[in-house]
């Protein structure tokens, strides 16, 4: 069985459809070193366009609205998101390598990397401080509990401001990286037998497995030929 989901760029993430219905079908491009590179850079773009998205919410509700107490948790996921994109990783290269951070916005980029590390990641930091306390009935003066209370500090608005600044403007780099790269894979695909790919229709392998076998620890690979989708017996179809 064979699932076309969604389709990745360094613009975003853009459902794919029926495209039979108008005359258009997915192929999958060869592999060569410049489609690695494009799967390389692109899925920097993925995570950058998860941070944006985030953190447009974010801002959202630190105006007040429906959002407010979801805010610092959609915050702190946009900051794992942006560091995803140039912190140590084993499948590819830091973001950084391929797109120099403007000076003007490497303070906001420092900041969010170190955010990231002592409050996100790790509970280091005084932004997020536990405290014990009692509950004491003034009226008698007698012991009623004792609690802990967890008090945060989420990235200021003006900060979040900044940090959306600081993600859209990565990103309009890095579709200027990215671009070159597609146009030279559009010319190996016009020289290519489309026809015969078409008729071939080869694309990533789909397995399927169940939710009990659901595994974390694997790694992507350069150049990816299959997708694990896991499934609940619970859930319809």
Not at 69 to 90: I, V
Not at 210 to 218: G, I, L, Q, V
Request: proline share 6%.
């Amino acid at each position: 069985m064979r699932r076309i989901g969604d389709v990745r760029d360094g613009a975003g993430v853009t459902d794919t459809g029926d495209h039979r219905s108008v005359g258009m079908v997915v192929v999958a491009v060869p592999d060569s070193a410049d489609a690695r590179l494009f799967v390389e850079l692109s899925s920097y773009g993925a995570d950058l366009t998860e941070a944006r998205q985030t953190l447009e919410l974010a801002i959202k509700g630190a105006e007040g609205n429906l959002l407010r107490d979801e805010a610092p948790y959609l915050s702190g996921f946009a900051a794992l998101a942006y560091c995803r994109t140039y912190f140590p990783s084993k499948v590819r290269k830091p973001l950084t390598d391929h797109v120099a951070i403007p000076e003007n916005l490497l303070d906001a980029h420092m900041l969010i990397g170190a955010f990231r590390n002592t409050t996100i990641a790790n509970s280091q930091s005084q932004l997020s401080t536990t405290y014990s306390i009692a509950i004491v009935e003034v009226a008698g003066m007698r012991l009623r509990d004792v609690q802990a209370v967890t008090v945060v500090q989420p990235l200021p608005g003006p900060l979040l401001v900044r940090f959306l600044d600081l993600v859209k403007t990565v990103d309009e780099l890095l579709l200027e990286v990215i671009e070159p790269v597609r146009q030279r894979l559009m010319a190996e695909m016009r020289r290519n037998d489309l026809a015969g790919m078409v008729a071939e229709g080869k694309l990533p392998d789909i397995i399927d497995m169940s939710e009990a076998d659901f595994n974390p620890r694997t790694k992507r690979q350069p150049y990816p030929t299959s997708d694990t989708r896991y499934w609940s017996e619970s859930e319809p179809g």
